[in-house]
Structures are given as structure tokens and as C-alpha cells.
């Protein structure tokens, strides 16, 4: 054992000579922040045989300002010196060189530094000097923060500043993050922060600036407090001045309508407050003011021609305004249940289908009727009289007929069709109309060639 250690420091001063650095000692650096009243062991870790070794050292503390430092500990392995002041406050661990810190106050942060002589038994020489340095910091929790805004009345974009200020009653070493609407601001051409960002400049105010704001506060040991929201007011506009109507035909700036049908107008624009509105008639002879607010009703019937009209939004607050400028046209665009709108009317394309189908099936039916049902001649028509008498003027019965052989059966599927629709009254005659037309009494043929 004696052996390892007489090894170790020798190791260790080979290290020393060619590094500079021996590691026979390590202070967990992660302590460093602590909360005020609670207690910090400075743990040492001792990486040689301590009842192999001869050592001396002490343990300082020196604020972090550097204006003040004192000697906390001196101790050699049969003696330890604790500064009488500190009372019960310091504990010294002899086992292991660790240093114990009770109910810390904040005058306790600071650096706290142990240096340390390594010298083997019954070895002259082979002296190790070790030190290791810990940062202790002392924190107090954050309590909840407070938001205030300055001014706190609503404000005019483009003309007012506002100031946010974010406090604490409790905490050290805060840090504060400021959001609008729960997104995270940042520094911007308009957004000026505060080193620890306790305070938020937004100069100058816009639109886009309204909304709700809180703060976030956080230190070292708390992980954040969230303030109350605040709203801020943002008298802006007008913006974006449209005039609409659910009448008619709109192309761009032009307004068509129907003879005789009113129509309604309506002026809208994005402002706070809300706006006033004008309506102005304009023509070769000046400008004149036809009604106030957001809605116009113009007859057409009182319209000779084309006319142009003009909305003008007013914010009495921002002192802005905006005009929109149209053309109102009275033509024809169709009567009854026809709907022009501002996309145009069209024929559904259903309708166009349907009828054109209809259309397509009438002219099917209309020539198949033709086909199956020709006109009848005066022969058929008067079939009847020749089978009463069979003395009638035949001279009027000549003309151009067709010869079709209507046999009882369905012997021919070749019968046409015109000629089975006329004959369907004498079904079972096994006779042609030839046959019918000879029966005729004959006149002489010079009455042919007349």
C-alpha cells in the first residue's frame, strides 16, 4: 500500500512537471448556485491514500467583488483552526477534506478556495501542492412579477412610444422575456430592450403592436414566473377601404345593373375606432354628398347614363382617411329569376346537358314518327267509301302509292313500318293494295295523259 502511494505521487509529479496539472483532488464544480437559507457541501474527492500521506491546507473565501477575503479553515491531519466567527455556520469534514456551509446568506457568495500540501511518509522532497477554486452563488427565488405599461391609456399609431416595465419583489440575477399574444418578442428596428430586459421601448406604436402582453421572470434557481396579462389599445386606420354589393355585375371599379332594380352599396375598412363614411356623387358639374355611413341605396330608374360615386372612410381619432372610387351602369342583364354577380353569370353545365338531351330525344321521336307514320293519302282516307260503293270517280284516286303484301301471319320481317301503322284496322285481309286499286272501275287512258 505504502508502495501505491510512493507510486501515485510520483506519478503525479511527472504530471505536475510536464502539464502542469495533477488531479489528485476534484470539487464538484455543479453547486455553485444556491438558494439563500439553504445549506452547500463543498465535497472534495481525494484521489491518493490519505493515511499514506502527510498534508497541510486551508480553505479561503474571497468575495466576488475581491474586496474582501478571509482564511475559513486551517487544518494538517492532527489539527484543524475554524475561524471562531463563523461559529456553527463552517463544518470541516477531517475524512475527506469537504467543507460544509450552513444557512446561507448572501454575504456568503463568493470563491471558495482549497489549497493542499501532499507529502508521502518518511520521504524527503516529492511534495505535491494542489488547489482547487468553486464559485458559490447565492440566489433568492422569484417572486411573481409585476407588468406596467406607460402610458396606460390606449395610444395613436405612428404618433406615441410605449413603455413596458417588468419588476420583482424577490430574486437575484433575474432575467426577463416579454410576450405578446404567447410569442416571444425580440429586439427589433421598433423593440428596445433593457440589458436584463426588465423594460421594452416599442417606438413608434403600430397596428400590428395591439394585442396582450405579459413577462416572464427567471433566475438560476426558479424557473420562471409569469406576469398578468395587459391589453394594449392601438387607434389605427383606415385600412384597406372596399366597396362591395351583392347586386348585379361588378367588373373592377364598374358596377352594371338592371333598369328599374335598386341596389345597395356598402363601404367597409379595417380602423379603431370605427370609421365615419360619406357618399359622394361625382360629375362634370362638382361633387356632391348623397348619405352618410356604411350603406348607399341607389335607384336606377333615377339614373340617365353611366354615373361615378365615392366613398371616403374618416378616423377621427388617427385623423387618416381613405376613399374608393366606382362607376355605376344601368344595362340589361336579364330578367326574371337571371342572377348577374360580380363573377359573371353563367349557364350551369348540368342545364346545358339536360336540355340538350331534351332536344336530342324530341328530334328522335320526331323522326321516327315521320318514318313509322307517314301522311295518308286520299286512298287510305277513304278506304271506307270504296268498300261501301266501289262507284266512286276513281281519277281522284290515282297518284303514287306504295305496294306492301300485308299477309295474315308475320310471314316478312321486312314489312315496312309505315305501311303495317296504316293497315292495322284490317289485319287479316290476305290481299296487297294493288289488288284494291284494280277493283277501281276503269275510264279511258286518254284521262292519264290530261
Request: proline fraction near 4%; charge should be negative; aromatic fraction near 8%.
Amino acid at each position: 500500500m505504502e508502495a501505491t502511494g510512493r507510486t501515485v505521487l510520483y506519478v503525479c509529479s511527472v504530471l505536475l512537471i510536464l502539464t502542469g496539472d495533477c488531479q489528485l483532488i476534484h470539487i464538484d464544480p455543479l453547486v455553485s448556485h444556491v438558494i439563500e437559507g439553504e445549506s452547500l457541501l463543498l465535497s472534495v474527492e481525494t484521489h491518493f491514500p490519505l493515511d499514506k500521506a502527510d498534508i497541510q491546507g486551508t480553505w479561503s473565501y474571497t468575495m466576488i467583488s475581491g474586496t474582501k477575503s478571509r482564511m475559513l479553515v486551517t487544518f494538517t491531519k492532527e489539527n484543524v483552526i475554524t475561524d471562531m466567527t463563523y461559529g456553527d455556520h463552517l463544518v470541516f469534514r477531517e475524512s475527506n477534506l469537504s467543507l460544509e456551509i450552513k444557512n446561507l446568506k448572501r454575504d456568503d457568495e463568493g470563491d471558495y478556495h482549497l489549497s493542499l500540501n501532499i507529502k508521502l511518509h518518511n520521504q524527503t522532497g516529492s511534495i505535491i501542492k494542489e488547489e482547487k477554486t468553486v464559485l458559490v452563488t447565492v440566489d433568492v427565488p422569484v417572486s411573481n412579477p409585476v407588468i406596467e405599461k406607460s402610458p396606460s391609456y390606449a395610444v395613436i399609431e405612428d404618433k406615441a412610444n410605449v413603455t413596458w416595465t417588468c419588476s420583482v419583489e424577490k430574486g437575484t440575477r433575474v432575467k426577463f422575456k416579454w410576450f405578446r399574444d404567447n410569442v416571444a418578442l425580440g429586439a427589433s428596428d421598433r423593440y428596445h430592450f433593457s440589458q436584463d430586459s426588465a423594460t421594452l421601448l416599442i417606438s413608434p406604436v403600430r397596428k400590428e403592436d395591439k394585442g396582450s402582453y405579459h413577462c416572464v421572470a427567471s433566475n438560476p434557481v426558479t424557473a420562471g414566473q409569469h406576469s398578468r396579462a395587459v391589453e394594449l389599445i392601438v387607434y389605427y386606420g383606415p385600412y384597406n377601404l372596399e366597396v362591395n354589393s351583392g347586386q348585379g355585375l361588378r367588373t373592377g371599379e364598374v358596377f352594371t345593373i338592371n333598369p328599374g332594380e335598386p341596389v345597395f352599396f356598402e363601404c367597409q375598412a379595417d380602423s379603431n375606432p370605427p370609421n365615419s363614411y360619406v357618399w359622394i356623387s361625382k360629375s362634370s358639374n362638382g361633387t356632391d354628398i348623397i348619405a352618410e355611413g356604411p350603406l348607399l341605396e341607389v335607384r336606377s330608374y333615377k339614373l340617365a347614363q353611366a354615373e361615378e360615386y365615392l366613398c371616403r372612410a374618416f378616423n377621427n381619432v388617427t385623423q387618416k382617411q381613405d376613399e374608393a372610387q366606382f362607376t355605376l351602369v344601368v344595362a340589361s342583364l336579364g330578367t326574371g329569376k337571371e342572377k348577374h354577380t360580380q363573377e359573371g353569370s353563367s349557364v350551369s353545365p348540368l342545364a346545358i346537358t339536360v336540355c340538350s338531351l331534351f332536344a336530342i330525344g324530341f328530334m328522335v321521336l320526331f323522326f321516327l314518327r315521320r318514318t313509322c307514320h307517314p301522311k295518308r293519302g286520299r286512298f287510305f282516307s277513304d278506304l271506307s267509301t270504296f268498300e261501301s260503293t266501289g262507284h266512286e270517280d276513281a281519277k281522284e284516286d290515282f297518284g303514287i302509292y306504295e305496294f306492301v303484301s300485308i299477309p295474315g301471319k308475320m310471314e316478312s320481317a321486312q314489312a315496312s313500318c309505315r305501311s303495317l301503322a296504316r293497315l292495322e284496322s284490317i289485319q287479316d285481309m290476305h290481299t296487297t293494295i294493288y289488288d284494291v286499286i284494280r277493283h277501281v272501275p276503269e275510264t279511258p287512258s286518254h284521262s292519264l295523259l290530261k
